[in-house]
């Protein structure tokens, strides 16, 4: 079992940045891919990133590729997402989840995911 929290949503203006964190409980954690997805209002839900069990790996959407990043901390038990130069249209719900079964890769289904957090709010105003 693995148990996800995030924080550090809020609102911020169009430009501005939030670090989103997913502190994760169990022991395996840090044998796990972990990724970041995000719900807007009447939308489905999307990948945004991902990052390998190692940190050596990460995958990105399109539209934040060199705007957010996802590293880890495994000795922490905590994977963040650094978002910069925020957008309007990046305001949703944001999740992190854990894919058991992945292997060795990257995934972004939302079906392929096991574990997720309760998520956490970001608004971005123009």
């Known amino acids: 079992q693995v148990r996800l929290v995030e924080s550090g949503g809020g609102l911020v203006q169009a430009g501005g940045s939030l670090r989103l964190s997913c502190a994760a409980s169990g022991r395996t954690f840090s044998t796990y891919p972990i990724a970041w997805f995000r719900q807007a209002p009447e939308k489905e839900r999307e990948f945004v990133a991902a990052?390998?069990?190692?940190?050596?790996?990460?995958i990105y959407r399109d539209s934040v590729k060199g705007r957010f990043t996802i590293p880890r901390d495994n000795a922490k038990n905590t994977v963040y997402l650094q978002m910069n130069s925020l957008k309007p249209e990046d305001t949703a719900v944001y999740y992190c989840?854990?894919?058991?079964?992945?292997?060795?890769?990257?995934?972004?289904?939302?079906?392929?995911?096991?574990?997720w957090g309760q998520g956490t709010q970001v608004t971005v105003s123009s």
């Open positions: 989840a854990v894919d058991q079964f992945s292997g060795a890769r990257l995934r972004v289904g939302v079906k392929e995911y096991d574990y």
């Open positions: 990052i390998s069990w190692s940190g050596g790996r990460t």
